[in-house]
Every structure is written in structure tokens, then in C-alpha cells.
């Protein structure tokens, strides 16, 4: 808590570097000794500007925000919104801000990032010109969006290319101005920017380069005209400038810190400035003459300006400036020297105009170590070139094998991991290194997920996913820790092999498959994951005599056993919509059958307390009113929560519940490794918690957001965004594709929360395969999903309509008498289950 | 001791690798058909764990060569043979005679004259 006797540490900025430095502040104890203050001229708390433009993809403000929960209360650190500092007056050691309010420090950071650069144009003042940095700019540029049909980006490097994605997704005309000859020219060479022009051509985005703009003025059609000044123009509703940063250093040259030559807080290798109790970290820093405008360079000046402080005496070396990104879907990449500009460098160079792929590395005279690298449309191999590049690694004899296609299907050449050193940087995000990995494996730590919790590595952009997968594996052989995937001991299989052995050799029942793929009578593991994998493929009544033994009680019984060895019943309501007459109809059946209601958490009605001997019965009425079973029991689809949508909702932009319907009607009885939950919002309020589940759809303006792997329960998951924007067709065929695709690959029980935690490649894989198509299996997994939902037949209507089936749903094989140690009490006008003190003896007891 | 036979079921009534539960003498005792053999087990139905009277509905299956019963409430397994509870060394439940004579099912139980 503030104290008074404390010395103060002022930050000015709370941006992405700012949050960093406090976060290490408070991990080093530091804020028990000072008072610690921030301020910031945004309205709000740090957050990703990395992710910035996921912000048109449906992400929200609070999505972005990177301060844990409670993190300024719980740690007594003072946060002012709103308040820019304006002076810094260092003989009293003293700060000023906007609202006239000064605090004394022992210690100030500078963390105040960068401002965006507007080339001096007149004009550029005009309204509809905006900048790209806040989400008060996003803001304004989705609200000008909705009114103009043209668009135009000033700036064609790295920023200005994600500002052209966004306006594109708006549907307007695009176009990108870039004075250099070619884009993204501090990345990529010439060859590598034609290659990335055509691309983003292709995509609708006209791109005019060596262009100089002289003015903006009034246009004709438009509300803008840009002069260029070879003479010709461009008439545009709309302008965003996204033509470089510069270092926001102002407060430091009010108060006479040294700068660089081209602006910048000059700092050593400890991150201090001129004046020694100032420190300035992130891209306001200058350090040896270089700015930084990636976020894990300035990650880095928090950690060493934080240990610095706390009496360390870590110091600050420089950073690798390699990128990987996606520009308007295209693949682009750089590592180290990209130009060749080394003495003596030289290159090897691979094109592919039809596939549209550009490759080139960059090694030294020798020939023995890759000084850089360049990808465009094809960046796979960034992981193994960035590292060889970092460690010095030596080059392997054929260099092009770095870079050429491997058709025989050998793959990368791969990096061996193992001959990467301890120290080399896995993800740079986080900056985990590889002897981080190797330690937590040496801990326990035996999966992706494992690995990804207990050192943060691949949470923030997922690019070193594949490479922190490498390294655990490596490490796992090199243990000796032998991963036993099976099943379990009748199988020396994983769910996904047994899947497979299923459906390539048309096995159709659990006595086959175990004399031929494994051994011994099986258990309560392998039946029925065999049987969830047989429904998953061939969709047979899973009652069946074959495969009834396989079930457990619940999918045997089709209802979920109760602590007292009676059942639930959960009848389906598509979309949690229902009629009166429904309501009545469950009303009266639990009513006769004296059974305990309850609302679901799944927007469904639970009826609870029915006997085996019952189930038929309640189930004929429940058939008889037009209800269909709500597998609640499988590990099969659940229910799709909807919320009320655009039909009654004046927000609402789509019909959450007809698509809600539509969706749960489709895949009813879809059987699948674990359980599966969806959910659709009429929009972005997300009242359907649609980002809490398996496949969450919410509405946009024009169409449909797709989110996937979503979790709630014991360890919630904020789901994924798969894709935007998808008319009603492409959002079946994506989710049938996602689905069939987790249920072919997952392992038994795990949740597609748990499954893409451990999937390589993430998300973006997923993506690839989904969206993209990249294994071409797209057809053979709708045409599975299709097959699924052709032979679905309710499990109930089958039952209740066979006599034989029935005869099963008594407690005893010889008696009719009912189960005498179920036993219930009344409570709030109820049944409940009897506890133990208030049982009457049971019989079965006795006879022990 | 004269064991004392009584009919309960008949052999089909009971699917091949599957439990049916028997009322005898107001006690309950869970049946089990081991594969699609006349091999038969009998055990109480009661789950001294899972505190209720279901274990001929959980699935039949061996465990290290053990054929045992996993109760459908906390799956903990109990031998078929000998009743011991597998997770718990200090729990047993009791086990019962029981052969097939020409298709029907006969329980055994100590005859007390
Ligand atoms: C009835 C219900 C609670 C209620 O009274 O509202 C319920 C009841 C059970 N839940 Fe649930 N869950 C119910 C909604 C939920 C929800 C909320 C939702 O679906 O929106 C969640 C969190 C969302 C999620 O799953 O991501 C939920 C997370 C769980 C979990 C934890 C799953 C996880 O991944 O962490 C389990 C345990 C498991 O599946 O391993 C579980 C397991 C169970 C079981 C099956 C436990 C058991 O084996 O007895 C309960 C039996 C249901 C029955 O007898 O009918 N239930 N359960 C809800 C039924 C919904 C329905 O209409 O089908
Ligand atoms: C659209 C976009 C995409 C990007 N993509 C990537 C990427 O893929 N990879 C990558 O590594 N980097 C990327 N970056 C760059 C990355 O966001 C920055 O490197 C990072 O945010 C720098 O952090 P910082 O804390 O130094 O600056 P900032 O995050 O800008 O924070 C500085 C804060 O200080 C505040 N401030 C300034 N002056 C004052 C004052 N006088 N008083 C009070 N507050 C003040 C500012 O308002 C701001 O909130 C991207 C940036 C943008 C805009
Ligand atoms: S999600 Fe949107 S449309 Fe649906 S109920 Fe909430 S506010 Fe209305
Ligand atoms: S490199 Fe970005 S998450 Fe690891």
C-alpha cells in the first residue's frame, strides 16, 4: 500500500513495455520498498498493440488488456488514466501532468513507445485522416469504415499492410501508397517484395509504389484527393497514415536528456539515460545508435531496467530484429541481414512464381554459417533458419537443401534441436530459452501444454509452437522418458491409431479390433473409447448387443447415473427454445413420475430421480410430446446455447437461435472424444458465452464469427478465432470440417481446449487445415460429417420402440420389484436423494 | 457344508460380457458373464464405495490379467474372483457360487440345516 515514507518510482506510460517493467518490479520485491506510479495519456490499462488489428476480427478492448486481474490493488502500484505527464523537472525530482499535479520521485522510467509518423503534407489535417496505434484510432477508423467506400493506406511497410487488411475487411476499395519501390522494404528484398505485390494484388488491394504525395485536398467523387506528385492522383473517402514511427522522446528533450540524432533517449547498457535515476525502456530507447520497434526487445530493457533497480546489475545486448508475420494471409519472414549487406555475403535464391513462393538465405564468405533469410509465401522453415542464424550453427553441406521443396516427403531437413545450445532462444516472445524447456521437461513437464504453463513459451504469437514441440521431444528421448501413449495396457495404440485402424480396415466391432490389434478381454478405458470411436465412424445404434457391453452405465442406459443409482433425464431443446405445450409436456411427466427439475447450465430442463425400470417410460411421453434424446450422457454433442438475437433483440444483427437450431439439429448424436459444446450470439455482447465454448459462432454486421476451442469447467479457455465473416455455408462447412477433424485426431477425454493446447502449429494449423485446405482432406472430412448426420436415428425412439431393448431397463433380471435401497426425501417441494443417516436399512447390506 | 442351487436366470437372458442383477432372499447379487462363455461370477451389487446398488451395471474387463468389475459410480474395480477392490486393499466385497446347468443360472449358497 502507498506510504509516505517511501521513495517514489514513477513510469510514465503504461504501454505494452511500461506493463512489463511493473510486472518485473513487483517480481522482484520492489514495490515493497517504493511507492510505484504510472501514468498514461490512453484511457485504459496496457494492452497487446502487437494484436491490435484482431480488434476487426471481433476482438474486443478487454480482450486485448495484458494487466492480470486486480494486479494494480493487490500490488499497491498507482495507475492514473487519462494523465499525460507534461514536465519533468530533474533538480527537484519532480513530474507535472496534464491535470497540474506533481509527485516527486527517487527513480522515473521513461516507457513512452513511439508516436506515429505523418509525412508534413498539406492536408493532412483534414477529417477521415487517422493513424494506426490506439484502439481509439481502430475505433474511429471502423465508424469511418462503415460510411466510405474507398480507402487509402499512406505507408506500404510492415503497419500500413495490416492497416490495408483491415480496410479490406470492411469491404472497402483499398489502396496502399508506398514511396520506396517496393514494400516492405526494411524486411524483404526485391525479389521478395514483386513476389508479395502480386499476392496482395491478387487479393483485391491495389498497391501504387514510388509514389510521392504532394497534398490532400478536396476530390470530386470523394471527400479526398491526394496529389502525387508525378502528377497524377487518387480520390478517397478516407486516409490512414501508416508511414513509420518515431521515438515519442518529447518529455525527454523538455527536460535535456541526450537524444540521438534522429530523436530517441540515448541509454546504456543498463537502460539509464544521461541522468542516472532516469531509465528509459521499449521504442522511446536509443541504445548504440538503434531504435526497436518490436515488443521483445523492449520485454528485454523492462527485465534488465527492473533488475537493474532492484541492485542487479543485468545489462541490456542488443536484440534480434527477425520477423515473421501474416500479411493479408501471405506469409512473410526476415531473419538477420535479409540484404546480404554483410562483406563477402552471398545468397541462394528459390522462386516459385506459380505457387507463389520466394525463398533466399543469406551465408557468409566462408560459407559457413546463415548470416539471414528471406520467406514470402511460404514461411515454415523461419523457426530452424532464425535459430541456425542466432547460435552460429554450421551450415549443413547442401546449403539450397535449406530452402528447396522436399518431394520425397523427407521434410525440412530439420535442425536437430540437440545441436542447439542451452541458451538459444526458443520463443522470443517470452524469451524462453531452450535450458528453460529442458528444466521444465526435467520437472514433469512432459506435454505442450505442460510446457507451455510452466514456462509461458508459445502464448503470445504461437510462432515457436513447432520449434517448443522440437525441443520437448528431443529432450524426452534424450531422459529416456519413455511417453507410453496407449490406451491402455490391451493396446499398444493412442486413440488417434485406433481410430485410424478403424476406419481404414472397416472394423466394426470391439472383439475384432482386439484380436487383431490387441490382446486380452479389455477394460472400462479401451471399451468405451473403442465404442465412442466405432459411433464416430459408423454411427450404428450403440446399443447394440455387440456393443452395449462396451458402454459405460450412462451410454448403456442412455441417461447419466446419480449418486443413488437412479438416472437423469435430459430430453434435447434445440437452441434452449421452447413452446409452451413443451413445457407443459416435461411439466407433466416429471410431475407423474414424481421426478426432480431443474434449469440446466446448457439452456435445458434436467429431470432427475428416475429409476432404470422408469426410463422407457418417462422417455415414450417424453417421444410422444415431439422430444428427441440430449445425449447428455455420451461424450457427444451437448447443446447449443443461443442467446435471443436479432428476432427480439434490438441489438442483435443475425438469428442466433434459427442458426442455433440449425447448428444442433445438424449434429445431434455426433459422437466424439469428449463432450461438445456450442453456442451462438446475435452479436458481439456475446450474451450465448460463445467464446467459452468448443465452437462458439457470433453474429457480425455480415455474417458469422467463427471461434473454436473454447473451454469452460475446471480450467477455462477463451476460444480462438478460426475465421470472420462466413456466410451460412461456409460456417457449416467449417465447423463440419473442424469437428471431424478433432475427432479424428484428439485423444480419449480430451477437450478441443486440451487438444489444440497440445496440437503443433496451434491454431494457425488448424487454419491451415480447416480454411485452407493445406492437407487436402477438407472433402473426405464433410463427407464424413455428412455420413454422420444421414444415419442419425434418436437412441431413445429406437429403444422405446423395441420390446427386446426395453426388457433391459429393469433392476433386477427376476424380479420387477424396484431397487430397495433407492430411497428419496422431500425438500423445497422436491425429491432428493436420502443421505446416509436418513436411509432405511438396506437389505443388501446384511449380507456381508 | 452342502452349497444349496437355486435358478435365478437363464444363460440368454444375460449378454455375453455384461452383469444382470439377481434378487435373492431380499439380497441383491450382480451376475456377470465373462465373454460368450457359460463362465459366471457373482458378487454382491452393492458398491461399498460408491455407496449404492449398481455394480451389475458397471463394465466387465481385466486389469493385469485380473477379471474385474469397474463400478459405474467412481470406477473403482472390483476382482471378480475374489471381491477385492483393487484401489483399495482394505475393501472386499462378498462373492457368491454360481454355475449353468443346461442354460439356466444357478446361485449357490450355503445350505443351513
Ligand atoms: C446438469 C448439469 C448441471 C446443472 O444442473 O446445470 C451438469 C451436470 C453434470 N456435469 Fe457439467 N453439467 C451441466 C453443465 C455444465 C457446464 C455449463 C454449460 O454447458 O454451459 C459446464 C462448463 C462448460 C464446459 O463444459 O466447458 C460443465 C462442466 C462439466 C465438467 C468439466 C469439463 C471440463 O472440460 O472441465 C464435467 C466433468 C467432465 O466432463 O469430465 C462435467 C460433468 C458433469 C456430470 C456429467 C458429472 C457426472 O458424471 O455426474 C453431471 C451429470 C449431469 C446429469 O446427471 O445430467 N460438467 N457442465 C448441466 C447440464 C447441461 C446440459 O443441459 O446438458
Ligand atoms: C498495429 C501494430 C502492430 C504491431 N505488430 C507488432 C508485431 O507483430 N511484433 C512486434 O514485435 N511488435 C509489433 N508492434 C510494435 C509493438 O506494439 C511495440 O513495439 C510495443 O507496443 C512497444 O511498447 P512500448 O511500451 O514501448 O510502447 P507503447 O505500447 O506504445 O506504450 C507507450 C505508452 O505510453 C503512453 N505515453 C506516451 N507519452 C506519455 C506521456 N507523456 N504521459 C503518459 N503516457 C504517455 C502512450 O500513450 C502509450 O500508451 C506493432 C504495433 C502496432 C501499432
Ligand atoms: S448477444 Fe447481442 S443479440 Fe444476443 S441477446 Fe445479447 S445483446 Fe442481444
Ligand atoms: S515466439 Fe511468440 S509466443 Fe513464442
Redesign the pocket.
Known amino acids: 500500500m502507498r506510504d509516505a515514507h517511501r521513495p517514489n518510482i514513477i513510469v510514465i506510460g503504461n504501454g505494452m513495455v511500461g506493463q512489463k517493467l511493473l510486472e518485473n518490479l513487483v517480481e522482484a520485491e520492489v514495490h515493497k520498498q517504493f511507492n510505484i506510479l504510472t501514468f498514461s495519456e490512453e484511457p485504459r490499462p496496457a494492452y497487446d498493440r502487437v494484436a491490435l488489428s484482431s480488434f476487426f476480427s471481433g476482438n474486443r478492448a478487454e480482450d486485448l488488456s495484458l494487466v492480470p486481474e486486480g494486479f494494480f490493488q493487490q500490488n499497491g502500484i498507482g495507475l492514473q488514466l487519462s494523465e499525460a505527464v507534461t514536465e519533468i523537472d530533474r533538480a527537484k525530482k519532480e513530474v507535472c501532468t496534464e491535470a497540474g499535479n506533481r509527485y516527486t520521485y527517487e527513480l522515473l522510467i521513461l516507457a513512452t513507445g513511439s508516436y506515429p509518423f505523418v509525412p508534413p503534407l498539406p492536408g493532412r489535417d483534414r477529417k477521415h485522416c487517422y493513424v494506426y496505434r490506439t484502439i481509439e484510432d481502430l475505433e474511429a477508423i471502423a465508424a469511418c469504415g462503415k460510411q466510405s467506400q474507398i480507402g487509402v493506406v499512406v505507408g506500404g511497410g510492415l503497419l500500413g499492410l495490416e492497416a490495408a487488411k483491415a480496410l479490406k475487411d470492411m469491404d472497402l476499395e483499398t489502396h496502399v501508397v508506398e514511396f520506396a519501390p517496393r514494400l516492405m522494404a526494411v524486411q524483404v528484398d526485391e525479389i521478395g517484395g514483386q513476389l508479395l505485390r502480386s499476392k496482395i494484388e491478387a487479393l483485391g488491394v491495389q498497391v501504387h509504389t514510388q509514389k510521392n504525395s504532394k497534398e490532400i485536398v478536396d476530390g470530386n467523387q470523394h471527400l479526398h484527393r491526394i496529389n502525387f506528385v508525378d502528377g497524377e492522383h487518387l480520390e478517397t473517402d478516407m486516409i490512414v497514415f501508416s508511414a513509420g514511427i518515431r521515438p515519442q522522446d518529447a518529455l525527454a528533450r523538455q527536460c535535456d536528456l541526450a537524444l540521438g540524432e534522429r530523436g530517441g533517449i540515448v541509454i546504456n547498457d543498463h537502460c539509464q539515460t544521461s541522468d542516472t535515476s532516469i531509465y528509459a525502456i521499449g521504442e522511446c530507447a536509443l541504445w548504440q545508435n538503434r531504435i526497436f520497434g518490436l515488443v521483445a526487445p523492449g520485454y528485454q530493457m523492462a527485465k534488465v531496467a527492473a533488475e537493474h533497480i532492484a541492485g542487479g546489475s543485468a545489462a541490456f545486448t542488443g536484440a534480434d530484429m527477425s520477423t515473421k508475420l501474416k500479411l493479408l494471409g501471405v506469409d512473410v519472414a526476415s531473419v538477420g541481414d535479409a540484404h546480404a549487406r554483410t562483406e563477402g555475403a552471398r545468397c541462394f535464391n528459390y522462386l516459385d512464381e506459380i505457387k507463389g513462393v520466394y525463398k533466399k538465405v543469406v551465408v557468409d564468405a566462408k560459407r559457413e554459417r546463415l548470416l539471414g533469410a528471406v520467406l514470402v509465401g511460404d514461411a515454415e522453415e523461419y523457426g530452424t533458419l532464425l535459430q541456425m542464424t542466432l547460435n552460429d550453427m554450421p551450415l549443413p553441406e547442401n546449403v539450397d537443401s535449406l530452402i528447396l521443396p522436399h518431394y520425397d516427403g523427407s521434410g525440412m531437413t530439420g535442425l536437430g534441436v540437440d545441436a542447439l545450445p542451452e541458451s538459444a532462444q526458443i520463443c522470443s516472445c517470452n524469451n524462453v530459452s531452450k535450458g528453460d524447456i529442458c528444466q521444465a521437461v526435467g520437472s514433469g513437464a512432459t506435454t505442450l501444454a505442460a510446457i507451455k504453463e510452466a514456462t509461458k513459451a508459445s502464448t503470445t504469437c504461437g510462432g515457436c509452437t513447432a520449434l517448443v514441440g522440437q525441443v520437448l521431444n528431443a529432450e524426452l528421448l534424450k531422459l529416456g522418458v519413455e511417453v507410453n501413449t496407449d490406451i491402455c495396457e490391451h493396446f499398444p495404440h493412442t486413440r488417434q491409431e485406433l481410430y485410424h485402424i478403424v476406419r481404414i480396415n472397416n472394423i466394426q466391432t470391439f472383439a475384432e479390433l482386439i484380436e487383431k490389434h490387441g490382446k486380452g478381454r479389455g477394460c472400462d478405458i479401451c471399451k468405451p473409447a473403442v465404442a465412442s470411436i466405432l459411433a464416430s465412424c459408423w454411427n450404428q445404434y450403440i446399443l447394440k448387443p455387440e456393443h452395449s457391453q462396451l458402454q459405460d452405465t450412462n451410454d448403456r442406459f442412455l441417461a447419466?447415473m446419480?449418486k443413488n443409482g437412479t438416472y437423469?433425464v435430459?430430453p434435447r431443446v434445440p437452441g434452449g427454445e421452447i413452446t409452451p405445450d413443451k413445457l407443459i409436456a416435461i411439466g407433466e411427466v416429471a410431475k407423474k413420475y414424481d421426478l426432480y427439475t431443474?434449469i440446466?447450465?446448457?439452456?435445458?430442463i434436467?429431470l432427475?430421480g428416475a429409476r432404470l425400470e422408469q426410463l422407457p417410460a418417462i422417455w415414450e411421453e417424453l417421444i410422444a410430446a415431439g422430444f428427441e434424446s440430449?445425449h447428455?450422457y455420451g461424450k457427444a454433442m451437448?447443446?447449443v446455447?443461443s442467446c435471443v438475437g436479432s428476432t427480439w433483440c434490438r441489438y442483435g444483427v443475425q438469428d442466433s437461435v434459427s442458426m442455433a437450431i440449425q447448428i444442433e439439429n445438424r449434429y445431434r448424436g455426433v459422437r466424439s472424444p469428449?463432450?461438445l459444446?456450442l453456442a451462438v450470439s446475435g452479436c458481439t455482447r456475446e450474451c450465448a458465452e460463445a467464446q467459452?465454448k468448443d465452437v462458439g459462432v457470433i453474429a457480425t454486421e455480415k455474417g458469422w464469427n467463427l471461434y473454436v476451442c473454447g473451454?469452460?469447467?475446471?480450467?477455462p479457455r477463451h476460444a480462438d478465432l478460426l475465421a470472420s465473416d462466413l456466410d451460412d455455408q461456409t460456417l457449416i462447412q467449417y465447423i463440419d470440417r473442424f469437428l471431424m477433424f478433432y475427432i479424428r485426431t484428439a485423444d480419449r477425454l480430451q477437450?478441443t481446449s486440451v487438444w489444440l493446447d497440445n496440437l503443433e502449429g496451434g491454431i494457425d494449423y488448424v487454419r491451415q487445415v480447416v480454411c485452407e485446405d493445406s492437407l487436402s482432406i477438407a472433402t473426405e472430412l464433410e463427407n464424413d460429417m455428412q455420413s454422420l448426420i444421414d444415419s442419425y436415428v434418436c437412441e431413445w425412439r429406437y429403444t422405446v420402440e423395441n420390446e427386446e431393448e426395453r426388457k433391459r431397463f429393469s433392476h433386477f433380471v427376476n424380479s420387477s420389484e424396484p431397487d430397495s435401497g433407492v430411497q428419496f426425501v422431500k425438500e423445497r417441494g422436491q425429491i432428493r436423494p436420502a443421505s446416509t443417516d436418513e436411509l432405511q436399512q438396506i437389505p443388501t447390506q446384511a449380507i456381508n | 457344508m452342502t452349497l444349496k442351487w437355486t435358478q435365478v436366470c437363464l444363460l440368454e437372458e444375460i449378454l455375453p460380457n455384461t452383469g444382470c442383477c439377481a434378487l435373492y432372499n431380499q439380497m441383491q447379487i450382480a451376475i456377470f458373464r465373462v465373454d460368450s462363455s457359460e463362465q459366471l461370477y457373482a458378487v454382491q451389487n452393492y458398491d461399498p464405495l460408491g455407496e449404492a446398488n449398481v455394480l451389475s451395471r458397471g463394465i466387465v474387463g481385466d486389469v493385469n490379467g485380473e477379471l474385474v468389475v469397474a463400478s459405474p459410480l467412481y470406477k473403482h474395480h472390483y476382482s471378480l474372483k475374489t471381491g477385492k477392490c483393487l484401489e483399495d486393499e482394505t475393501v472386499q466385497i462378498q462373492t457368491y457360487p454360481i454355475r449353468v446347468e443346461n442354460g439356466r443360472v444357478e446361485l449357490g449358497t450355503v445350505s443351513s440345516h
Do not use: L
Open positions: 447419466n446419480q437423469s435430459v431443474k440446466t447450465g446448457g439452456q435445458r434436467d432427475f440430449g447428455a451437448r447443446t446455447k469428449h463432450k459444446k467459452s473451454n469452460g469447467g475446471m480450467k477437450r
